[in-house]
């Protein structure tokens, strides 16, 4: 292929995600159909239910089973699930009668439903997938559906660094990808690498190691959260804070609550029963004053004051005033709003794109 034939076919390729990621579900009498940013119908109500678009695909029910679509409302895969997820990386988890299994974007089994439970997608080229019922064992897949590591872990993690957490008589350890213990099993809790680091407990108290297993934050949190963007969210003596990756504090500890990871230079944080803002160094940017809040996004955070929720900036003040009953954060410039029981799309100049329907 020439190269203006593969720039034509990006240009068209790329268009069409866009496209995809820009249709929106509304709901009309009762029936699910898309519009576009404009609020144009471009696919009309028809499905009992119609999810978001998510690469180019949206998942919809007609009747009690679940499909998919395109962008043109066309079907890729006919409904014939009693649930369906998210395609992620071209593949999606189904479930049929009692049992999972994945598809792919032709509705061709990657593996049959059969497992009676598994990951929502596949990470580093394995999902996890459980078979024997509630206490059955754990074990891992490739795209095939074939066994890469046989079930045998009563608890298991996703690949990350190259290594997975896995639970085994009692005690959690890391495996590699033959089903290896690298790291021994003799933590009583685990959490999955992240930043090249990994949460563990020993006792009742919870520190971080390296791929090789050795400590480097030593255990003494009471509850942490994995590492994201060099920090770390954790609680010492019932405050919340934030370390680096060398375990000092960059935040202290001072927060009855805080959200994972800092968005757009900001985190949520509570005091008391209420829900402000911080900046990444730690000064309180937004005094606690909101019953509920969303972390920053395109610059507005979605909060409920007294009862109604509203978006406001980062100078504190309410954009968009707070008169809906629920509010979902912005998206491509675009939030979805509830009031009276119906939802709506808006903009970020508070003008609807689409009134609110059910």
């Known amino acids: 292929m020439k190269k203006t034939g593969i720039f034509i076919f990006l240009v068209l390729f790329l268009t069409a995600q866009t496209a995809g990621a820009n249709l929106l579900p509304v709901k009309v009498k009762g029936k699910y159909g898309y519009i576009n940013k404009k609020g144009k119908i471009t696919i009309k109500p028809q499905f009992d239910f119609g999810s978001r678009f998510n690469n180019g695909v949206a998942s919809v029910i007609i009747g009690r089973k679940y499909g998919f679509i395109n962008r043109s409302g066309s079907f890729l895969i006919n409904p014939r699930f009693d649930y369906a997820w998210d395609f992620f990386n071209g593949v999606a988890k189904v479930l049929v009668g009692k049992k999972f299994g994945y598809i792919n974007k032709r509705g061709k089994y990657l593996a049959s439903p059969q497992f009676d439970s598994a990951s929502h997608k596949f990470v580093s080229g394995y999902a996890l997938v459980k078979i024997g019922g509630p206490f059955g064992k754990w074990g891992f897949i490739n795209k095939r559906g074939n066994y890469i590591i046989n079930p045998q872990f009563?608890?298991?993690?996703?690949?990350?660094?190259?290594?997975?957490?896995?639970?085994?008589?009692?005690?959690w350890g890391y495996i590699n990808?033959?089903?290896?213990?690298?790291?021994?099993?003799?933590?009583?809790?685990?959490?999955?690498?992240?930043?090249?680091?990994?949460?563990?407990?020993?006792?009742?108290?919870?520190?971080?190691?390296?791929?090789?297993?050795?400590?480097?934050?030593?255990?003494?949190?009471?509850?942490?959260?994995?590492?994201?963007?060099?920090?770390?969210?954790?609680?010492?003596?019932?405050?919340?804070?934030?370390?680096?990756?060398?375990?000092?504090?960059?935040?202290?500890p001072q927060f009855d609550a805080l959200s994972s990871k800092i968005s757009e230079k900001t985190a949520r944080v509570m005091l008391g029963d209420k829900w402000g803002y911080i900046d990444n160094k730690g000064n309180l940017i937004i005094k606690p004053r909101f019953s509920k809040s969303t972390s920053f996004s395109e610059g507005l955070a979605a909060v409920q004051y007294n009862g109604k929720w509203g978006y406001i900036n980062k100078n504190n003040k309410f954009v968009i005033s707070p008169v809906f009953d629920d509010a979902e954060p912005f998206e491509n410039g675009i939030a979805g709003i509830e009031k009276d029981g119906k939802w709506g799309y808006i903009n970020k100049k508070n003008k609807y794109i689409w009134n609110p329907t059910k």
Do not use: C, M
């Not at 407990?201 to 994995?226: A, C, H, L, M």
């Open 154 to 171: 009563s608890k298991a993690r996703h690949f990350s660094s190259g290594l997975a957490a896995v639970k085994k008589n009692k005690k």
């Open 177 to 252: 990808k033959q089903g290896n213990f690298k790291i021994t099993n003799h933590f009583h809790a685990a959490k999955s690498f992240s930043d090249n680091l990994a949460a563990v407990k020993v006792g009742d108290k919870w520190g971080y190691i390296n791929t090789q297993g050795t400590f480097v934050i030593n255990p003494k949190f009471g509850e942490v959260r994995s590492f994201q963007n060099g920090l770390a969210a954790i609680r010492t003596k019932g405050k919340w804070g934030y370390i680096n990756k060398k375990g000092k504090y960059v935040i202290n």
